[in-house]
Every structure is written in structure tokens, then in C-alpha cells.
């Protein structure tokens, strides 16, 4: 069992920049974002993977967002530029321990709310 502690968050104007973080207790294969908009399904924002660095983003972030993984704390970080209104979100990190498609681990979220 993999828990995962998330911080940051916050909010920020446009044009603003915030810092997530995702802590899990144990080694993970994967690591990802995925953001639930207000009256929205969630979605999946961006996803890292430890054996190369491997990074996957959402078309809507790219180039404004950035994963990086912090190896000894098993920790994750993504870093949000460019913040813009419909970036409104609570925003999940989840994990996975193996190469399958699902992720079976859940944060309990974070709000992150741009205002214009």
C-alpha cells in the first residue's frame, strides 16, 4: 500500500506560478497529476516515470508546466507557469507501482484556484 501526501496549491492571479509536490511512502513506478475543474470530469495533467524520467503532459500544459522527481524522498514536484483561469482545479497526484494502465493510488487533492 502506497499512500501519497500532496502540498502547495493555493491561489495565485493569471499569469502566476504555484508549486505542487506529492510525497509517497514507498518506491512507485509512475507518478502523475490528474485535475478535477469545477463541474468538470477529471483529467489527466501530467505523469513521471522513475526509471528514466520520463514525462507525459496534457496538450493544455504543455510548456507551461514541468514534473521533476526528487529520487531520495520519493517525491514529485510539478511546477505550474503561466497559470491561467482554466487551470481552476483540485488537482489528485496518484501513483502506480507497475507498468499498468491504472493508477491505483490516490492523494486526497489540493486546490488550486487562478483567478483572472
Known amino acids: 500500500q502506497v499512500q501519497l501526501v500532496e502540498s502547495g496549491g493555493g491561489l495565485v492571479q493569471a499569469g502566476g506560478s504555484l508549486r505542487l509536490s506529492c510525497a509517497a511512502s514507498?518506491?512507485?513506478?509512475?507518478m502523475a497529476w490528474f485535475r478535477q475543474p469545477p463541474g468538470k470530469e477529471r483529467e489527466f495533467v501530467v505523469a513521471?516515470?522513475?526509471?528514466?524520467?520520463?514525462?507525459w503532459l496534457a496538450d493544455s500544459v504543455k510548456g507551461r508546466f514541468t514534473i521533476a522527481g526528487d529520487n531520495p524522498k520519493n517525491t514529485v514536484n510539478l511546477q505550474m507557469n503561466n497559470l491561467k483561469p482554466e487551470d481552476t482545479a483540485v488537482y489528485y497526484c496518484?501513483?502506480?507501482?507497475?507498468?499498468?494502465?491504472?493508477?491505483?493510488?490516490w492523494g486526497q487533492g489540493t486546490q488550486v484556484t487562478v483567478s483572472s
Open positions: 513521471f516515470r522513475w526509471t528514466d524520467g520520463g514525462t
Open positions: 496518484a501513483a502506480k507501482t507497475g507498468p499498468g494502465t491504472a493508477y491505483p493510488y
Open positions: 514507498g518506491r512507485t513506478y509512475y
